[in-house]
């Protein structure tokens, strides 16, 4: 069993900046892929970032420029470094990680509020 813990969400104004962080921890620790999908109300879940146990990136169109992931593979974390932000960044953002055997996990959630 895998587990993911996220930190680092919060209120912020537009333009300004936050790092989300996922500690994991349980029983592996090889991983396909690791990231950061959000959810805004109303809509459906959505990417937002990956990294590879390569670490190849991946980014949606809407964040590339100004977010950016990576890895600390020796503390079993990934960050989120989100800059210019925006109110429609506004989303719970949630952790991910998928196995080699094509196990998915999720993390609880982080909050992340962006104002006008």
């Known amino acids: 069993q895998v587990q993911l813990v996220e930190s680092g969400g919060g209120l912020v104004q537009s333009g300004g900046s936050l790092r989300l962080s996922c500690a994991a921890s349980?029983?592996?620790?090889?991983?396909?892929?690791m990231g950061w999908y959000r959810q805004a109300p109303g809509k459906q879940r959505e990417l937002v970032a990956l990294?590879?146990?390569?670490?190849?990136?991946n980014y949606a169109d809407s964040v590339k420029g100004r977010f950016t992931i990576s890895r600390d593979s020796a503390k079993n974390a990934i960050y989120l470094q989100m800059n210019s932000l925006k109110p429609e960044d506004t989303a719970v953002y949630y952790c991910?990680?998928?196995?080699?055997?094509?196990?998915?996990?999720w993390g609880q959630g982080t909050q992340v509020t962006v104002s006008s």
């Open positions: 349980g029983s592996i620790f090889v991983f396909a892929f």
């Open positions: 991910y990680l998928k196995t080699p055997a094509n196990q998915s996990y």
């Open positions: 990294i590879s146990s390569g670490t190849s990136t």
